[in-house]
């Protein structure tokens, strides 16, 4: 039991990234579903599924015949300890748009991008290249 999901389900990844696995399996909990949605949209996993009640499978995407992984890098940003809010206005931006940065906001879980386009800041949760 954890008290921060999110920062499992960025764990999860990471580790099934360092040992080349195709899938892994994560906590089934909203903010991650979101999370994992985003993920998807932006090509950085292949897909997922809803596994049973508890858990998601994820589908890790790689490149090449040595299978690069396309994750490079995955930060967690706000932690429960610290919680790190900025304006839209003051998102930061990652390897000069290569990279995302995903937000809490009062419109739910959006990337960098999205929530400029919308002009809503919020809780910078994590940040992906």
Same mark, same amino acid.
């Given at each position: 039991?954890?008290?921060?999901?999110?920062?499992?389900?960025?764990?999860?990844?990471?580790?099934?990234?360092?040992?080349?696995?195709?899938?892994?399996?994560?906590?089934?909990?909203?903010?991650?579903?979101? =999370? &994992?949605?985003? @993920?998807?949209?932006?090509?950085?996993?292949? %897909?997922?599924? $809803? #596994?049973?009640?508890?858990?998601?499978?994820?589908?890790?995407?790689?490149?090449?015949?040595?299978?690069?992984?396309?994750?490079?890098?995955?930060?967690?940003?706000?932690?429960?300890?610290?919680?790190?809010?900025?304006?839209?206005?003051?998102?930061?931006? =990652? &390897?000069?748009? @290569?990279?995302?940065?995903?937000?809490?906001? %009062?419109?739910? $879980? #959006?990337?960098?991008?999205?929530?400029?386009?919308?002009?809503?800041?919020?809780?910078?949760?994590?940040?992906?290249?």
């Amino acid at each position: 039991m954890s008290n921060d999901s999110i920062s499992d389900v960025l764990t999860q990844i990471r580790n099934a990234n360092l040992i080349k696995s195709l899938s892994t399996l994560v906590p089934n909990t909203s903010a991650n579903y979101q =999370i &994992l949605r985003i @993920l998807q949209k932006e090509g950085f996993i292949k %897909s997922f599924n $809803i #596994l049973s009640k508890k858990h998601f499978i994820i589908y890790l995407k790689y490149t090449g015949r040595n299978r690069r992984p396309i994750l490079t890098n995955m930060r967690r940003i706000s932690k429960p300890g610290r919680r790190v809010y900025t304006s839209y206005k003051e998102i930061p931006s =990652i &390897l000069g748009g @290569l990279g995302i940065v995903i937000l809490s906001t %009062s419109k739910g $879980i #959006l990337t960098d991008r999205e929530a400029r386009f919308q002009g809503v800041g919020g809780e910078v949760l994590c940040s992906i290249w």
